[in-house]
């Protein structure tokens, strides 16, 4: 497994930007799909985005495209979630996970390595 730290989360308003990070290590990152969650207390996980190993490729959930961003750097094993124009419905627990994977992959039960979570808060 793949150890996962996730940063950047915070308060904003209502139309602001918050960039998080996930910061990988025990193993490169150049092999595993990798991918953005968010859940609120006593609902499900919800898959954000997910991007393949290379970069190639990205997916998003209708809720947040063209407002999110999923990048990453596999030199600094780091992927990044870029969020604009975020809304009060955004707020949640976001977390980062790594799934061994070259295509992409979204559900909750293919990712076998999470974060702890970082809280965004956008008020109104």
């Known amino acids: 497994q793949v150890q996962l730290v996730e940063s950047g989360g915070g308060l904003v308003q209502a139309g602001g930007s918050l960039r998080l990070s996930c910061a990988a290590s025990?193993?490169?990152?150049?092999?595993?799909?990798m991918a953005w969650f968010r859940q609120a207390p006593g609902k499900e996980r919800e898959f954000v985005a997910a991007i393949t190993w290379n970069g190639g490729s990205t997916y998003y959930a209708d809720s947040v495209k063209g407002r999110f961003t999923i990048s990453r750097d596999n030199a600094k094993n780091t992927v990044y979630l870029q969020m604009n124009s975020l809304k009060p419905e955004d707020t949640d627990v976001y977390y980062c996970?790594?799934?061994?994977?070259?295509?992409?992959?979204?559900?909750?039960?293919?990712?076998?390595?999470w974060g702890q979570g970082t809280q965004v808060t956008v008020s109104s």
């Open positions: 996970a790594a799934a061994r994977a070259y295509g992409l992959v979204r559900e909750v039960a293919n990712f076998d390595s």
């Open positions: 025990g193993r490169t990152l150049s092999r595993y799909c």
